[in-house]
């Protein structure tokens, strides 16, 4: 069974920066993308940033130029590192890996999430 752990969330100021770290474990063979989703209260889930097995990345507009992700293919890690961070970035951080290949077949795998709270 193929999981997502996150860890690095937390509280911290307007301006500070966090980082985000996500490892998939269990029998894994390859994965296409990873990425980070976020969820605020009230609202939907929405992209944040995702990378590809070829290292080609995305963001989104209201990020772009304030977190950088990151991937090792080998140890099938993903980080995002956010920095200048704002109170409209408070929401909880989701990994996902997209297109997991294992010994059941190809899937999608969310992690659990982790909080970030940003104090103005």
């Known amino acids: 069974q193929v999981q997502l752990v996150e860890s690095g969330g937390g509280l911290v100021q307007a301006g500070k920066s966090l980082r985000l770290s996500c490892a998939a474990s269990g029998i894994i063979f390859s994965i296409n993308a990873m990425g980070w989703y976020r969820q605020a209260p009230g609202k939907q889930r929405e992209l944040v940033a995702r990378?590809?097995?070829?290292?080609?990345?995305n963001y989104a507009d209201s990020v772009k130029g304030r977190f950088t992700i990151s991937r090792d293919n080998a140890k099938n890690t993903v980080s995002l590192q956010m920095n200048t961070l704002k109170p409209e970035d408070t929401a909880v951080y989701y990994c996902?890996?997209?297109?997991?290949?294992?010994?059941?077949?190809?899937?999608?795998?969310w992690g659990q999430g982790t909080l970030v709270i940003v104090s103005s």
């Open positions: 996902n890996a997209d297109q997991v290949s294992t010994l059941m077949g190809t899937r999608e795998v």
């Open positions: 990378i590809t097995s070829g290292g080609t990345t």
